[in-house]
């Protein structure tokens, strides 16, 4: 398959339009994100495969999971599962937040 000119944000839009599987899955989306613009190839006898240059081209994981998350955001008809989505905020919430406390014991002077 060619590789697509199009902006990452519109191949993950399309991919989350087309495969409404990859919502839930950052996994399944990033793999289809990377067959899309031509990264993994299939071979009858093979299967999938991915050589270590398309791997090193394609557009990183992390940044394919961020276009995901505000594409999310912004279409309410692209969010994923409730399930996955409660999942989702319960972590989002849990970022940052355990703060480790030491209680101070009082000192006797003399």
């Known amino acids: ?21 990859t919502r839930d899955s950052d996994k399944l989306l990033i793999w289809r994100v990377w067959f899309e613009t031509g990264h ?4 009858p ?17 992390e940044s394919i999971r961020r276009n995901r998350q ?7 008809n692209l ?4 399930q996955v989505q409660a999942w989702r905020n ?8 355990h703060v480790f406390r030491e209680e101070l014991k009082e000192t006797q002077t003399a």
């Open 90 to 97: 319960n972590i989002e919430t849990q970022k940052g937040t």
């Open 45 to 61: 006898g093979a299967g999938y495969f991915m050589s270590l240059e398309d791997f090193l081209s394609a557009n990183p994981a």
């Open 79 to 82: 969010k994923p599962s409730d």
């Open 1 to 21: 398959m060619p590789r697509s000119k199009s902006t990452l944000y519109d191949i993950v839009k399309r991919v989350l339009e087309t495969y409404p599987n």
């Open 70 to 76: 505000m594409i999310q955001a912004e279409f309410e």
């Open 40 to 43: 993994i190839h299939f071979n």
